[in-house]
């Protein structure tokens, strides 16, 4: 339903679809992968460590503004642009920026690496459910 209102806004606002825009469900796929794997590690964290919960609210708000989502990274000072460039978010985002603002196909080599940390996320994730299974319910 989100696709379909942006695609209704954009040509709202009287630009057509680019095919730079098929390049959109790479960085679909691998946002709803990295949130996956990160939120079932950290689920599984704040079952046994109850302050996750209240350190995870304080860490996303930090995660949100060093990640250039409203911004283009060149604008940002050196010592914070480099802080930027080791956020995971980071390349996910300029596919957005790429496909959509700029019209243009993504730089893939930060990606396959973001990729390969998300699928390494998820695997871990799913790990540590799997041994923490039988305490969750015990624990809860």
Known sequence: MADGFSFGAVRFMGEAPQLSWLYLPIGITL???LAFGIGIFLGILNV????VGQVTGVVVQ???WLTPVVYVR???PEPLGTIVDFNPMTP???IYHDAMVFGHAPDFG???AVGLAAIAMVVVAMGVFRRASPD???AL
């Open 31 to 33: 946002v709803a992968a």
């Open 48 to 51: 046994f460590i109850r302050d």
């Open 62 to 64: 930090m995660w949100f």
């Open 74 to 76: 060149d604008i940002l």
């Open 92 to 94: 996910l985002v300029d």
């Open 110 to 112: 930060p990606i396959v």
């Open 136 to 138: 969750l319910a015990d």
